[in-house]
C-alpha cells in the first residue's frame, strides 16, 4: 500500500480522534451542508504545514497538541479563517473545483510555496498521478462531482469500510469532495465526513463514465513549480 507518510489530520472530537475535519461539525448551516471543499482545501494546508518545510503562514495554522492531536476549537477556529480568505461557500451550490483550486493557489503563490494545483489528470494516468502524490507525501483531493449532465439524476459512489479482510458497503454520495490518502490495489483509502473509508477505483471510473463527467469528477493535482517572483 502506497500511504502518507504521516499520520493524517487527527481532531479530537468526543474524547476520540478523528481521521480528518467535518464539516458537519461547523455551527454554520451552509457550512454544514455544503463545506466538503473548505475541509478537503484546508486539511490539505494544514497536513502540508504539518510535514513539509514551506514557509507557511505565521498563526494561521493550529499547533498538535501533545498526544498528537490538533484540539476542536482550534480546528474549527483555522477551517473558519480559511473559508473567509480562501476557500469561499456559494450557499445553495458549495465550492466548484475551480475555486477550490485556486483558493489553494492563491495560498501558494502569497507564501511563495513552490507547488501549483491543477484539476484534472486523463484516466490512463490516474493511478500513476495518485501514488506519485502520496510519495511525495502530498493528499490528493478527489471531487465525486455531480451526474452530468443532468445534476439532479439520484446515481451515487459507494463508500466501503474495511472489516477484517472484507469490504462492506456503509453509504454513497455524490457531488462531494474527499481526501485520498493511501492506495492499495483497486481501493483508495479516503477522509471524509471525520472518518476513514475507500472507494473501489474501478467503480469510480465507471461513475464517471456513466453518470458523471471528468470536466467535474477528477483529482486536483498538485506538483513543484518555480517561483517567479
Known amino acids: 500500500m502506497v500511504k502518507l507518510k504521516h499520520t493524517y489530520i487527527q481532531v479530537q472530537q468526543n474524547g ?3 481521521y480528518g475535519g467535518n464539516q458537519a461539525w461547523s455551527q454554520d448551516t451552509t457550512m454544514r451542508k455544503y463545506g466538503c471543499g473548505v475541509i478537503a482545501g484546508a486539511d490539505l494546508l494544514l497536513y502540508l504545514s504539518l510535514h513539509k518545510k514551506y514557509s507557511f503562514g505565521t498563526g494561521e495554522f493550529p499547533n498538535k497538541t501533545d498526544t498528537g492531536d490538533i484540539e476542536e476549537k482550534a480546528y474549527e477556529n483555522f477551517v473558519q479563517g480559511m473559508r473567509r480568505r480562501y476557500f469561499p461557500v456559494i450557499p445553495g451550490l458549495g465550492m466548484p473545483w475551480w475555486m477550490l483550486v485556486l483558493g489553494l493557489n492563491r495560498y501558494f ?3 511563495r510555496i513552490p507547488l ?6 486523463r484516466d490512463r494516468n490516474l493511478t500513476k498521478r495518485i501514488r506519485a502524490m502520496l510519495a511525495h507525501d502530498i493528499p490528493i483531493i478527489l471531487a465525486i462531482g455531480p451526474n452530468f449532465p443532468l445534476p439532479l439524476k439520484r446515481h451515487k459512489l459507494a463508500f466501503y469500510e474495511k ?13 462531494h469532495f474527499v481526501t485520498i490518502t493511501g492506495i492499495l490495489g483497486e481501493w483508495l483509502e479516503i477522509s471524509s465526513w471525520g472518518r476513514p473509508y475507500y472507494i473501489c477505483l474501478q467503480e469510480y471510473r465507471e461513475y464517471v463514465r456513466k453518470h458523471s463527467c471528468p470536466l467535474v469528477s477528477n483529482i486536483i493535482y498538485i506538483r513543484k513549480r518555480r517561483i517567479t517572483r
Not at 167 to 175: R, S
Open 109 to 111: 503563490w502569497k507564501n
Open 116 to 121: 501549483g494545483a491543477s484539476f484534472g489528470v
Open 163 to 175: 472489516r477484517g479482510e472484507k469490504y462492506q458497503e456503509v453509504c454513497k454520495t455524490a457531488a
Open 16 to 18: 476520540k480522534p478523528s
